[in-house]
């Protein structure tokens, strides 16, 4: 099969067209893989790196049917995707990674949760509801989480007094323990469908503290050699429970006692990676198309001590989109950005992220503090 894959009629299908669909392009094009791309806009990330791109809703049964039937191998780059469609691919014979029983078992957070459980696997304790419950008996503060369509710090809400629960969706949700965390820690594991696996080193994350959103990930994570054995190990436990092909980015807690606990998965290029392109010797999206093609699986030693930074839109800002200071990043050593190609920006929205690389972290992650106050995602 690997003869066929490059410079050939073989068909590599994504659905989703936004940012991760536009990285995992910087693979296939380099390596001459005919790439199809269907997203509901022709303005999406992705447009101009793909063979042929389909418009069309990825939630839409007809048209994500209708696009896989026209590739050998389909993946995807956001879970909001039909997955009734993908099912009834693969029984036609269409390699599907990751598959459809393994979406079925992440994009519903309540169903993620209940895997944790029935595999033993170490999670913060949580319930289930149909709907929010504003008379609930749990102590405050706890955690809210949208079971369907949570993304990008959205579905995701602190629950500090009983007022907070006004105004939630009226559908399935999780009440979920606020955990006392030391840090939020990130292991990507990568597998192909030979069982080949390795994991990449365990990344600290640092959040913004309203938008509920990744603003640095640091690689290497600062905890010690035992903390990160045991992340990469706890990994590799999630990964092969799912049994999934592709990238899987398992998302922890480290707990003021030393316990690692499993906040949320993603079978797919993830935020927490994204450092890797200038960072590891094989990077993310790399390696998710040597997953999903069943290649050799590339190395995940990082050449150089790595902070990336998320670009997001100023708040106070919507519209034509301007990245105001970034010629006075690209003067700094180690620094590189990466532009997503959205041309309107609001409040929050990825616009791009920004990789530094040093000798050491701490210089990395100095450089890292110095690039946000640089450069901001306004408006014209």
Same mark, same amino acid.
């Given at each position: ?18 940012? =991760? ?11 001459? !893989? ?30 994500? &049917?209708?696009?896989?039937?026209? *590739? ?48 033993? =696997? ?6 289930? %509801?149909?709907? #929010? ?24 809400? !602190? ?41 990449? #080193?365990?990344?600290? &994350? ?27 190990? =706890? ?12 990238? =899987? ?59 990336? *930074? ?40 990825? &616009? ?14 100095? %450089? ?13």
């Amino acid at each position: 099969m690997e003869q066929t894959l490059f410079s050939s009629d073989f068909r590599l299908g994504i659905l989703g067209g936004g940012q =991760l669909g536009k990285m995992m392009l910087y693979t296939t094009r380099k390596w001459d !893989v005919q790439t199809y791309v269907m997203d509901m806009e022709d303005t999406a990330p992705a447009f101009e790196g793909c063979t042929v791109f389909f418009e069309g809703d990825i939630m839409d049964y007809e048209a994500v &049917m209708e696009f896989g039937r026209q *590739v050998d191998v389909l993946t995807i780059e956001i879970e909001n995707v039909n997955v009734q469609a993908l099912e009834d691919l693969e029984a036609e014979g269409v390699a599907v990674s990751p598959s459809a029983k393994v979406l079925n078992l992440i994009r519903n957070k309540a169903t993620q949760k209940t895997f944790y459980q029935e595999y033993q =696997l170490p999670t913060a304790a949580f319930e289930i %509801l149909e709907k #929010p419950d504003p008379n609930t008996k749990r102590n405050f503060p706890f955690i809210w989480k949208s079971a369907e369509g949570g993304y990008d710090g959205k579905g995701v809400k !602190v629950i500090r007094t009983a007022t907070d629960l006004k105004d939630l969706p009226h559908e399935e949700c999780i009440y979920e323990d606020l955990v006392d965390f030391e840090m939020e820690l990130a292991v990507i594991v990568a597998r192909n469908s030979n069982g080949k696996i390795k994991t990449y #080193p365990v990344v600290e &994350m640092e959040f913004h503290p309203e938008a509920n959103q990744v603003e640095y990930v640091i690689c290497p994570a600062r905890i010690s050699n035992e903390v990160s054995e045991k992340a990469r190990d =706890l990994a590799l436990k999630v990964s092969q429970a799912y049994d999934h092909v592709g990238l =899987l980015a398992v998302e922890l807690f480290l707990t003021k006692n030393g316990e690692l606990l499993i906040n949320e998965v993603a079978p797919r290029p993830h935020n927490s990676g994204h450092y890797s392109i200038e960072g590891s010797v094989t990077d993310q999206f790399e390696q998710h198309i040597r997953c999903i093609l069943n290649l050799p699986l590339g190395s995940t030693d990082t050449v150089k001590p790595a902070v990336m *930074v998320n670009l997001v839109g100023e708040e106070g800002y919507t519209g034509n989109v301007i990245y105001d200071g970034i010629e006075e990043i690209l003067a700094m050593p180690g620094v590189t950005p990466h532009i997503y190609g959205k041309k309107q920006t609001r409040p929050f929205r990825k &616009m791009g992220h920004v990789t530094v690389v040093a000798d050491d972290i701490e210089t990395a992650r100095s %450089l890292a503090e110095e690039v946000k106050r640089k450069i901001r995602v306004i408006s014209s």
